[in-house]
C-alpha cells in the first residue's frame, strides 16, 4: 500500500499555469477522486503522480519518499502503479490472459506465479471464462475490465485510473463504479481516481478533491462537499443547485427582486449569494416562500418543478410525487426551506454571479 503526499505542485506549460500548488495527502487504502470541469487540470495532475510529468515546482511523495521534486524523479516504471487510461488501450492481437500477463512477461516472472496472479485478478474483475478471447471478441466493459485487470496484475501500490468508465455506457458505468470499488478492497490499495462526473464521484470515493482552473476549491468526504460547499463554485459543481442574490440582516436574508426573505441565522451582513438546492425546498402551507408554479415535470420518482417568486426570481424543487401529485402550472404555493448555503458576495462570489447571470 501507498500513500501519496502532493506539496505545493506547480505545473505550468509555457506561460500557461495549469495547476498551482497543489497540496493533499492520500492516505493507504483510500479512494480519492479528482473532480472538476474539462481543462481543470485533472490528467496533469495524475501525469505527475505518475511520473509522466515533472511538476514546474513542488513535490511528491510515497510513504514519505520523493518521487518528483528537486533533483529527484523516479520514472514511471519505477513507481510501482497501475494506470488506467480512458481510451483503454488492449492489444487487439493477444488473448485475454496474454494482455493481462504482459506486465508480468517483460518483468521476467515465473510461469507459474505469472499463471496464479493472472488467475487471481481475472476472478477479481470476473473475466475467468474469457481468457482465450481476443479483444474484438469482449463488449466494451468487458474490454476496460481487461485493462484494468493488467493494471492490476503485478499488485502496484497505486492505481490510477482517468476517467475509466467515460466511454461505456450508462447502465455499465454504473455496475463498473461498483466492481472497482469491490476490486480495491479486494486487493486493498490506493486508488487515485479522475473524474468530471460527480455523481460517480460522489458514489465511489472516499474523499473529493474538488479543483477548479488548477486549484484544489475543497477536499472532504462526499457528505462533506455536497453538505457544506466551501464556495459556489463546489456547490455548483456537485450537485443541482439555483442561487439567489441577496441582503443579509440580523436574523433574516431579504431576497433581491421578488420582495421575499428568508430566516437566517448565520454570521454574514450585508450582500449574499444565497444557493438553495433542489431537494432543500418542501411544499407545505405556510412556508417561508411564496410563488407560482412555472413549469413541472412528472418524471416518475420525483417532480421536477419551477416555481417563479415574482421579479424574474426562481428556484427549483424536486418533489416527493406523493406529496405533489395535485401540483398544476400557475398554481399559488408556498414552500418550506429545509436548509440554504450562503456565501458572502466576495471576490469568488461576485466572479462566480458573473458566470451565472
Ligand atoms: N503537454 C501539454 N502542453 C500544453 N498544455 C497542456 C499540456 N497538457 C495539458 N495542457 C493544458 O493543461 C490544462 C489542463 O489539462 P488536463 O490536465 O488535461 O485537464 P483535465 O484532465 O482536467 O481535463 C488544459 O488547459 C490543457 O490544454
Ligand atoms: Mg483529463
Same mark, same amino acid.
Given at each position: 500500500m501507498a500513500s501519496v503526499k502532493i506539496q505545493g505542485v506547480t505545473k505550468a506549460f509555457g506561460s500557461a499555469v495549469v495547476l498551482e500548488t497543489f497540496d493533499a495527502t492520500f492516505e493507504n487504502g483510500e479512494f480519492v477522486t479528482l473532480l472538476g470541469p474539462s481543462g481543470c487540470g485533472k490528467t496533469t495532475m495524475l501525469r505527475i503522480i505518475a511520473g509522466f510529468e515533472k511538476p514546474t515546482a513542488g513535490s511528491v511523495s510515497f510513504d514519505d519518499k520523493v518521487v518528483s521534486g528537486g533533483k529527484v524523479f523516479l520514472p514511471p516504471e519505477k513507481r510501482d502503479i497501475g494506470? *488506467?487510461?480512458?481510451?483503454?488501450?488492449?492489444? =487487439?492481437?493477444?488473448? *485475454?490472459?496474454?494482455? *493481462?500477463?504482459? =506486465? #508480468?512477461?517483460?518483468?521476467?516472472?515465473?510461469?507459474?506465479?505469472?499463471?496464479?496472479?493472472?488467475?487471481? *485478478?481475472?476472478?477479481?474483475?470476473? #473475466?475467468?471464462?474469457?481468457?482465450?478471447?481476443?479483444?474484438?471478441?469482449?463488449?466494451?466493459?468487458?474490454q476496460q475490465r481487461v485493462a484494468l485487470a493488467r493494471a492490476l496484475v503485478a499488485s502496484p501500490a497505486l492505481l490510477l485510473l482517468d476517467e475509466p468508465l467515460s466511454n461505456l455506457d450508462a447502465k455499465l458505468r454504473e455496475s463498473m463504479r461498483f466492481e472497482i470499488k469491490e476490486i480495491q478492497k479486494d486487493y486493498g490499495i490506493t486508488v487515485v481516481y479522475v473524474t468530471h462526473d460527480q455523481t460517480e464521484a460522489m458514489a465511489m470515493s472516499d474523499r473529493i478533491v474538488v479543483i477548479n482552473r488548477g486549484v484544489i476549491q475543497q477536499i472532504g468526504s462526499p457528505k462533506e462537499i455536497y453538505t457544506n460547499p466551501s464556495n459556489p463554485f463546489v456547490a455548483d459543481f456537485v450537485g443541482k443547485i439555483e442561487f439567489l442574490e441577496g441582503t443579509a440582516k440580523d436574523g433574516v436574508i431579504e431576497l433581491d427582486g421578488c420582495g421575499q426573505s428568508l430566516h437566517y441565522d448565520g454570521a454574514l451582513r450585508g450582500r449574499v449569494l444565497v444557493g438553495i438546492r433542489p431537494e432543500q425546498l418542501q411544499f407545505a402551507e405556510g412556508g417561508e416562500l411564496h410563488g407560482t408554479v412555472k413549469s413541472h415535470f412528472y418524471l416518475g420518482d420525483v417532480n421536477d418543478c419551477r416555481i417563479d417568486l415574482g421579479g424574474g426570481k426562481e428556484v427549483r424543487i424536486i418533489a416527493d410525487p406523493f406529496e405533489s401529485a395535485d401540483v398544476k402550472a400557475g398554481m399559488q404555493v408556498s414552500l418550506r426551506v429545509r436548509g440554504c448555503h450562503v456565501y458572502a458576495m466576495d471576490e469568488g462570489a461576485e466572479d462566480f454571479r458573473k458566470i451565472l447571470t
Amino acid at each position: 500500500m501507498a500513500s501519496v503526499k502532493i506539496q505545493g505542485v506547480t505545473k505550468a506549460f509555457g506561460s500557461a499555469v495549469v495547476l498551482e500548488t497543489f497540496d493533499a495527502t492520500f492516505e493507504n487504502g483510500e479512494f480519492v477522486t479528482l473532480l472538476g470541469p474539462s481543462g481543470c487540470g485533472k490528467t496533469t495532475m495524475l501525469r505527475i503522480i505518475a511520473g509522466f510529468e515533472k511538476p514546474t515546482a513542488g513535490s511528491v511523495s510515497f510513504d514519505d519518499k520523493v518521487v518528483s521534486g528537486g533533483k529527484v524523479f523516479l520514472p514511471p516504471e519505477k513507481r510501482d502503479i497501475g494506470m *488506467v487510461f480512458q481510451s483503454y488501450a488492449v492489444w =487487439p492481437h493477444m488473448t *485475454v490472459y496474454d494482455n *493481462v500477463a504482459y =506486465p #508480468l512477461q517483460i518483468k521476467k516472472v515465473g510461469k507459474q506465479t505469472i499463471k496464479q496472479k493472472v488467475d487471481r *485478478v481475472l476472478a477479481a474483475v470476473h #473475466l475467468s471464462q474469457y481468457a482465450e478471447r481476443i479483444p474484438s471478441q469482449l463488449s466494451g466493459g468487458q474490454q476496460q475490465r481487461v485493462a484494468l485487470a493488467r493494471a492490476l496484475v503485478a499488485s502496484p501500490a497505486l492505481l490510477l485510473l482517468d476517467e475509466p468508465l467515460s466511454n461505456l455506457d450508462a447502465k455499465l458505468r454504473e455496475s463498473m463504479r461498483f466492481e472497482i470499488k469491490e476490486i480495491q478492497k479486494d486487493y486493498g490499495i490506493t486508488v487515485v481516481y479522475v473524474t468530471h462526473d460527480q455523481t460517480e464521484a460522489m458514489a465511489m470515493s472516499d474523499r473529493i478533491v474538488v479543483i477548479n482552473r488548477g486549484v484544489i476549491q475543497q477536499i472532504g468526504s462526499p457528505k462533506e462537499i455536497y453538505t457544506n460547499p466551501s464556495n459556489p463554485f463546489v456547490a455548483d459543481f456537485v450537485g443541482k443547485i439555483e442561487f439567489l442574490e441577496g441582503t443579509a440582516k440580523d436574523g433574516v436574508i431579504e431576497l433581491d427582486g421578488c420582495g421575499q426573505s428568508l430566516h437566517y441565522d448565520g454570521a454574514l451582513r450585508g450582500r449574499v449569494l444565497v444557493g438553495i438546492r433542489p431537494e432543500q425546498l418542501q411544499f407545505a402551507e405556510g412556508g417561508e416562500l411564496h410563488g407560482t408554479v412555472k413549469s413541472h415535470f412528472y418524471l416518475g420518482d420525483v417532480n421536477d418543478c419551477r416555481i417563479d417568486l415574482g421579479g424574474g426570481k426562481e428556484v427549483r424543487i424536486i418533489a416527493d410525487p406523493f406529496e405533489s401529485a395535485d401540483v398544476k402550472a400557475g398554481m399559488q404555493v408556498s414552500l418550506r426551506v429545509r436548509g440554504c448555503h450562503v456565501y458572502a458576495m466576495d471576490e469568488g462570489a461576485e466572479d462566480f454571479r458573473k458566470i451565472l447571470t
